[in-house]
Nanobody, 122 residues
Framework: QVQLVESGGGAVQAGGSLKLSCVAP????????MGWVRQAQGKDSEFIAA????????SDQESMKGRFTISTDNAKNTMFLQMNSLTADDTAVYYC???????????????WGQGTQVTVSS
C-alpha cells in the first residue's frame, strides 16, 4: 500500500503562484519514481514532472516549460511543485503519483494521491 497526500491547492488570480506539497512513505520517497499529474474537467490527464533519485523528467509541452518546478525535502519525505505565472488553462486537479520508472505517460504511475484542486481566475 502506497499513501500519497497532496496539499496546497486553492484559488489564485491569473499571473499568481502556488506551491503544492506531497508527503509519501519513506520507502516510496527513497526508492520509487514520484511526480505530478494534472487533470482538467472533461480532459485527459497531463504529465507535469517527475523525479527518481537525482534524475528529473519534465513536460515537453511548451505551455508548461519554465513555469513548473519540482523540488524535495528529503528529511521530511516531501515533494513540492512550484507553479508560477498561472493562467485559467492551469485550472485542474493536481495529483501526486508514484511508479517504478520515469515516464511522460500518466498511466505508467500506478499510485495516485487524492488530488488537490487548483482554480485560476481572470
Amino acid at each position: 500500500q502506497v499513501q500519497l497526500v497532496e496539499s496546497g491547492g486553492g484559488a489564485v488570480q491569473a499571473g499568481g503562484s502556488l506551491k503544492l506539497s506531497c508527503v509519501a512513505p519513506e520507502v516510496t520517497f527513497s526508492s520509487r519514481a514520484m511526480g505530478w499529474v494534472r487533470q482538467a474537467q472533461g480532459k485527459d490527464s497531463e504529465f507535469i514532472a517527475a523525479r527518481i533519485w537525482s534524475s528529473v523528467l519534465t513536460s515537453d509541452q511548451e505551455s508548461m516549460k519554465g513555469r513548473f518546478t519540482i523540488s524535495t525535502d528529503n528529511a521530511k519525505n516531501t515533494m513540492f511543485l512550484q507553479m508560477n505565472s498561472l493562467t485559467a488553462d492551469d485550472t485542474a486537479v493536481y495529483y501526486c503519483v508514484s511508479g517504478t520508472h520515469l515516464s511522460r505517460d500518466p498511466l505508467q504511475y500506478p499510485y495516485w494521491g487524492q488530488g488537490t484542486q487548483v482554480t485560476v481566475s481572470s
